[in-house]
């Protein structure tokens, strides 16, 4: 019994090391991820580096190395929580409204939330597939979904999903580039997206 008992509470005491291990590693890679984005918003994509950021996260950069191997992990990272939030806000209940504005809207407000941060990342991203390294979420195919759901006649340019998705992605990554790269502001890139979203001029409504 004396022997079980000591057994049970080893046991827990491991188990709480664990959790504290994986809650002070998150805690640091989250950190890492912090000053990543100060450095971004400071600079541009070529500022971010292990010696950058290890001075900025006030740490060393092997430390760096151990969340991050390269560059590219820490933009990937920095990317994938970007994403993370736009699908997880589709899971919002639209309250009525129409799906693919609903999509649009909690994209849009992600995407100018930390507009200096984002930008970057857009233009690091976009590098990223060209490698053919950087595998991401592509929304093409929950724009088909979406689509699919509308009434053929509100289906922008064609009643096939796939073709509508198809050409409202084209639309949009040409606007998100163009913000990007600093030819639009906050205010007309949404406009953008948002005549993406219908491929119709904004008064033939």
């Known amino acids: 019994m004396v022997r079980a008992?000591?057994?049970d509470i080893t046991s827990a005491?491991?188990?709480a090391r664990q959790?504290?291990?994986r809650e002070e590693t998150a805690a640091k890679r989250q950190h890492l991820l912090?000053?990543?984005r100060i450095i971004l918003r400071e600079g541009s994509i070529f500022d971010l580096t292990a010696i950058s950021l290890a001075d900025q996260a006030g740490v060393t950069r092997q430390t760096?190395?151990?969340y991050f191997p390269n560059t590219e992990t820490i933009f990937k990272a920095l990317s994938d929580l970007v994403i993370t939030q736009i699908y997880e806000d589709l899971q919002v209940a639209n309250e009525g409204k129409d799906t693919l504005d609903h999509f649009v809207t909690k994209a849009m407000a992600v995407f100018v939330a930390d507009s200096l941060v984002i930008r970057q990342l857009a233009l690091a991203s976009a590098l990223g597939r060209a490698s053919g390294r950087w595998q991401q979420v592509d929304p093409e195919g929950i724009l088909v979904q979406i689509i699919s759901?509308?009434?053929e006649e509100r289906r922008p340019v064609s009643a096939d999903p796939a073709i509508s998705a198809r050409m409202m992605i084209t639309y949009f990554r040409g606007a998100l580039y163009g913000w990007a790269a600093g030819f639009y502001s906050d205010e007309e890139f949404e406009t953008q997206v948002r005549l993406a979203s219908r491929l119709t001029e904004p008064d033939s409504d």
Do not use: Q
């Open 5 to 7: 008992k000591a057994k």
């Open 13 to 15: 005491r491991t188990i």
């Open 19 to 21: 959790r504290r291990a």
């Open 34 to 36: 912090e000053c990543a």
């Open 64 to 66: 760096v190395y151990r």
């Open 149 to 151: 759901d509308m009434p």
